[in-house]
Structures are given as C-alpha cells and as structure tokens.
C-alpha cells in the first residue's frame, strides 16, 4: 500500500491550495480516509476525514468551512482543497487510512502516506 501526498507549497495567507493523495494497492472506496497535519514543534492532529463511503465528512473545527475533503474514485485519489489559508496552517500534511469511522485519531490509522509541506506566509 502507498499513499502518495502532493500539491504542497509556498502561498501568501489569503491564497488556496489542493492537495491530493493517490492511492496505490488500496481501494479508496473500501476504507475510511484523512488528512493530519504536523507543524514544526507540534503533535500531528486531525485536519479531515471522509468515510469508504464518501458520504460523510468531518473536519476539525480549525478548518470547518475552510478546508473540503472530496475523491476521485476513477483516479483512486484523495483531495483536500483549502481555501482562505492562514500562517497556522503550515505544517506538513499526510493523507491516512483505516477502518475506524470517524478517522481522526492518529491511533486508529492503519496506513500513513508521505506527507507535503505546506508553508503559509503572513
């Protein structure tokens, strides 16, 4: 199993950005999905969650209405958009998978991508 993060970068507060993860030798739409983030100095915290269903969704409530989690089922890949990003969102960004609902305990993750850097200037 690999899940491959991409779409970090640089970007001024204010700006977007879409990540995705693309999964290979596991089927997205046979497993619950995430993203956490990790800031420098910090723990890795929830960010997203969508279910094997893709039919429920839950944020953390620092990005709730910010932040949108969506998949690509034809391109087995994970997506998170993120809009009006702020100098508190830079951390690196790792999309995750498991069997738990909702996935947005670090404990409860079975599979763990790379992750991306994401840097917010302010």
């Known amino acids: 199993v690999q899940l491959q993060a991409s779409g970090g970068g640089l970007v001024q507060a204010g700006a977007s950005l879409r990540l995705a993860c693309a999964a290979s030798?596991?089927?997205?739409?046979?497993?619950?999905m995430a993203w956490f983030r990790q800031a420098p100095g910090k723990e890795r915290e929830f960010v997203a969650a969508?279910?094997?269903?893709?039919?429920?969704?839950t944020y953390a409530d620092s990005v709730e209405a910010r932040f949108t989690v969506s998949r690509d089922n034809a391109k087995n890949t994970l997506y998170l958009q993120m809009n009006s990003l702020k100098s508190e969102d830079t951390a690196v960004y790792y999309c995750?998978?498991?069997?738990?609902?909702?996935?947005?305990?670090?404990?409860?993750?079975?599979?763990w991508g790379k992750g991306t850097l994401v840097t917010v200037s302010s």
């Open positions: 995750a998978a498991g069997l738990r609902w909702p996935l947005n305990v670090r404990y409860a993750v079975t599979f």
């Open positions: 030798g596991l089927d997205l739409s046979g497993i619950n």
């Open positions: 969508m279910s094997r269903s893709g039919g429920d969704t």
